[in-house]
C-alpha cells in the first residue's frame, strides 16, 4: 500500500498539485514592511496641527478701507490718508518699521514691529498696511497668545475708532 500511495503522490506533483498548494500558502505570503521614520513623522506632523488649530496661536484684528469717492483722485488721496494714520499709530505704540524685501507680498506698504506682554510672557505686536481687492487692509497682530496684550488691544481699538472717524462707518469694514 505504500508503494501504491507513493506512486500517486510522485503522480500529483509531476501534475503540478504541490506547486498549486505552495502558491496558496498562507505562510509564504509577502510581509509589509514598515518604515518607522515616516511613521513618526506622521504622527508629529499630525500632533503639531493638532495643538496650532486647538491653541489659537494669535489674536488678529483686521480693518479694511473701501474708496467711497469717484475716480483715481479719491482713491490716491484716501492712500495718502491711510499711511499717514499708520505711520502716526506706530509712532504713538513706539512701533519699528521692518525693512521691506522686495519678496513682501504680504506688507507691501508697511510693516511695523513692537514687544507686548501677555500674562508675563513677551510677545510679538505686528502691525501691517497692505493693499486688498477692494482698498486698504490694516491688520493687527498679537502673536503667540490667545489674548490681547496692553498695547495690541489699545492698539487695534484706536486703529478702529480713528478709522471710522476718518473715512465713515460705511468705508470701514471690520475683517
Same mark, same amino acid.
Given at each position: 500500500?505504500?508503494?501504491?500511495?507513493?506512486?500517486?503522490?510522485?503522480?500529483?506533483? $509531476?501534475?503540478? $498539485?504541490?506547486?498549486?498548494? #505552495?502558491?496558496?500558502? =498562507? !505562510?509564504? $505570503?509577502?510581509?509589509?514592511?514598515?518604515?518607522?521614520?515616516?511613521?513618526?513623522?506622521?504622527?508629529?506632523?499630525?500632533? *503639531?496641527? *493638532?495643538?496650532? %488649530?486647538?491653541?489659537?496661536?494669535?489674536?488678529?484684528?483686521?480693518?479694511?478701507?473701501?474708496? %467711497?469717492?469717484?475716480?483715481?483722485?479719491?482713491?490716491?488721496?484716501?492712500?495718502?490718508?491711510?499711511?499717514?494714520?499708520? &505711520? $502716526?499709530?506706530?509712532?504713538?505704540? &513706539?512701533? %519699528? @518699521?521692518?525693512?521691506?524685501?522686495?519678496?513682501?507680498?504680504?506688507?507691501?506698504?508697511?510693516?511695523?514691529? *513692537?514687544?507686548?506682554?501677555?500674562?508675563?510672557?513677551?510677545?510679538? @505686536? #505686528? =502691525?501691517?498696511?497692505?493693499?486688498?481687492? %477692494?482698498?486698504?487692509?490694516?491688520? *493687527?497682530?498679537?502673536?503667540? !497668545?490667545?489674548?490681547?496684550?496692553?498695547?495690541?488691544?489699545?492698539?487695534? @481699538?484706536?486703529?478702529?475708532? !480713528?478709522?471710522?472717524?476718518?473715512?465713515?462707518?460705511?468705508?470701514?469694514? !471690520?475683517?
Amino acid at each position: 500500500m505504500s508503494g501504491a500511495r507513493s506512486d500517486a503522490y510522485q503522480a500529483l506533483e $509531476a501534475g503540478g $498539485a504541490r506547486r498549486i498548494l #505552495n502558491d496558496y500558502s =498562507f !505562510t509564504s $505570503a509577502p510581509q509589509l514592511k514598515r518604515d518607522p521614520l515616516r511613521g513618526r513623522m506622521r504622527s508629529l506632523l499630525l500632533c *503639531v496641527a *493638532v495643538l496650532v %488649530t486647538g491653541c489659537d496661536p494669535a489674536r488678529i484684528a483686521r480693518f479694511g478701507i473701501v474708496p %467711497t469717492g469717484a475716480g483715481p483722485r479719491a482713491d490716491s488721496l484716501q492712500m495718502g490718508d491711510a499711511l499717514g494714520i499708520a &505711520q $502716526a499709530f506706530a509712532q504713538r505704540y &513706539q512701533m %519699528t @518699521l521692518f525693512p521691506l524685501f522686495p519678496a513682501d507680498d504680504e506688507c507691501p506698504i508697511g510693516r511695523y514691529f *513692537v514687544p507686548d506682554v501677555v500674562r508675563g510672557k513677551k510677545v510679538g @505686536l #505686528n =502691525f501691517c498696511v497692505r493693499p486688498s481687492k %477692494t482698498g486698504i487692509q490694516f491688520r *493687527v497682530v498679537e502673536g503667540i !497668545t490667545s489674548r490681547w496684550g496692553p498695547k495690541g488691544d489699545s492698539l487695534r @481699538l484706536a486703529l478702529g475708532d !480713528t478709522l471710522r472717524a476718518r473715512f465713515g462707518n460705511a468705508a470701514v469694514v !471690520t475683517e
